[in-house]
């Protein structure tokens, strides 16, 4: 499985922003997929997860309520739609996928590339 994270940008805190992991591989549509972000001089951060068929999610207490995590898997695309941005968002987002929605990344096998978001005040 091959991830691509892209979405990520400039925006003013309130603003709203939505992250895409596109996946190639068939093995995408059974997968969990998380995502993750990391600041520098900080560890990885959890922010959301889905089960294969989405009918599970997690989502880190500090985005609850704010971002959605969703998934097209005729389009082998998962997404993380983000509103009400704060400041603190500001970081490096991460898609990966494995074989159930944890939170800790060490539980997934493939990961992609990050997609930088940046929240001004």
């Known amino acids: 499985v091959q991830l691509q994270a892209s979405g990520g940008g400039l925006v003013q805190a309130g603003g709203s922003l939505r992250l895409s992991c596109a996946a190639s591989?068939?093995?995408?549509?059974?997968?969990?997929v998380g995502w993750f972000r990391q600041t520098p001089g900080k560890e990885r951060e959890f922010v959301a997860a889905?089960?294969?068929?989405?009918?599970?999610?997690y989502y880190a207490d500090s985005v609850r309520g704010r971002f959605t995590i969703s998934r097209d898997n005729d389009k082998n695309t998962v997404y993380l739609q983000m509103n009400s941005l704060k400041p603190e968002d500001t970081a490096v987002y991460y898609c990966?996928?494995?074989?159930?929605?944890?939170?800790?990344?060490?539980?997934?096998?493939?990961w992609g590339q990050g997609t930088q978001v940046t929240v001004s005040s």
């Open positions: 990966a996928a494995g074989v159930a929605p944890r939170t800790r990344g060490g539980n997934y096998d493939y």
């Open positions: 591989g068939r093995a995408f549509r059974s997968s969990a």
């Open positions: 889905t089960s294969f068929n989405a009918g599970t999610t």
